[in-house]
Structures are given as C-alpha cells and as structure tokens.
C-alpha cells in the first residue's frame, strides 16, 4: 500500500483554545476512513489542514511523498480533493456547471474537454443527479445540493477525497448510495476520508475509524477490530453499545 498521506503532530488554536494538540497519522491508497469525534472535537480544521485551506500552527502534512507547501496549488487539487461542511446554496452556476469546476485542475486553461465532460457526466450519473443538471445550484434541496457537491469531488478525479460530513441532507437511500460510491472509490485505488456522526455508515462502509477527543487522536483502529475493545464508544455516549449484524458487521445501538 502506497502512503498516500502522512500528517505528523500538527497543532492548531482558535484564539486561546487549542483545538489539535499535536496530531499524527498514515494513511494510503485503497483505505476508507471515518473520521470521528464529538461536536468541536476538531475533524473540520484537521480536514481544511490536510487540504491546504488552513496552515497548522506546528506540525507537517505530507502528500504523495512531498510537502504539502511543495505542490503548486493546480498540482495539489491533482492529489486532494476537499468537500467542506457548508457552501452557500447562492451560487449563481447550474448543477452541471458547479460538477464542472471539478475539472479545473485537469482543464487547459479555461477550456473543457470532451474527457472532462465525460468526468463530469459520469460523476452526476454515479451520484444520481444528472437530472438536475440544468437547474440553479440554489433552486435544488439541501440533499440535491449535496450530491451535485459530491460529484464535483468525483469529477475532480484526485487521489485523495477529503469529505466533511458527505451525507449532510441525505435521505437514508441516499447516504448508503453515498458511502458505498466512496467505499467504490477507495476500492478503485483512491484514499478516502470522511468526517461523519453516523457511526453504523462508518462501521459499514469504512476500513478504519479515527476518533479525535481533546485534540488528539484517541483511537485509530481497523473497522474489523472495533469489536477487541468497546471501550472507545465511551467518548460519544454512555448510552452506546455494540453488537453484530445477522451478516456479522458491527453495529452501535442506542439505550
């Protein structure tokens, strides 16, 4: 397996509240993981750190064996893709055309290619919204929204996806359509992460779980072995235990 990503104890504040306190983790080609916490545990800032939106205040963040600050901004939206929380809905593009800018960092200049159509085509088809691809980004649901914005990060075609909360809106047919896209992904060759709260998509889908409290990560162990020790679902809830699905995966269940 190909170490795609290497973050080494990166560290970030809002003002006097530290957030990450020296963070560390691998990760390569074919993983799916879940990036997991509670509420300001701090998975959207390690996610806009790894992508380049923010610069940790210490710490290193390697990218296919270069430094994250060695890669020109067009090469680096080669190798990371990043899905934020939130964009505002206001975007004055069509659905097609939002999926489009996807395809900036493959595009000669402000020119598209047939290949880059066929990208952004495929993207809509595999995140069932090439219907909407004509209407406004901001006349579409919260849950249409989202997967116009999930087929933008498959358009662009990077090696590693970086997504905050990817089935955000979602109905539940869809967050399993969601996952399992992604699942595919990672399969194909390509490094996954996902910041999520649904634990039971994470232990479905995910290869491994990375769990962020008091701004380090208190856990980083493979979906098949979360059932060796439940002592991390502690971190969540009280209220939480684990059994085994008929098809013996895991599964969280509330009390």
Request: charged fraction near 20%.
């Amino acid at each position: 397996m190909n170490r795609l990503l290497k973050v080494e104890g990166v560290s970030f504040s809002y003002g006097s509240r530290s957030v990450l306190d020296s963070v560390s983790f691998c990760a390569g080609e074919g993983e799916f993981l879940a990036l997991l916490g509670i509420n300001g545990s701090g998975k959207s800032t390690l996610l806009d750190i790894v992508s380049g939106f923010r610069r940790p205040e210490s710490g290193s963040v390697v990218v296919n064996g270069r430094s994250q600050q060695e890669w020109k901004r067009r090469e680096m939206a080669q190798q990371v893709c990043h899905l934020p929380q939130v964009i505002h809905a206001d975007l004055p593009f069509t659905a097609e055309q939002l999926v489009g800018m996807g395809r900036y960092p493959h595009t000669d200049r402000w020119f598209e290619s047939d290949q880059d159509h066929r990208h952004v085509r495929a993207a809509m088809e595999r995140t069932s919204c090439w219907s909407q691809r004509h209407r406004s980004f901001g006349s579409l649901s919260g849950g249409e929204r989202q997967r116009v914005l999930v087929a933008a990060c498959l358009a662009q075609n990077a090696a590693a996806l970086l997504l905050d909360e990817p089935s955000t809106f979602l109905d539940i047919e869809q967050q399993l359509h969601c996952f399992s896209v992604l699942r595919e992904e990672a399969q194909s060759g390509k490094l996954c992460v996902a910041a999520t709260h649904d634990l039971n998509l994470a232990l479905t889908y995910c290869t491994r779980l990375l769990i962020l409290a008091n701004g380090v990560i208190a856990w980083d162990i493979r979906t098949a072995e979360v059932h060796d020790d439940k002592e991390w679902l502690s971190l969540f809830s009280n209220r939480l235990d684990m059994g085994t699905t008929p098809g013996g995966s895991p599964w969280v269940w509330y009390q």
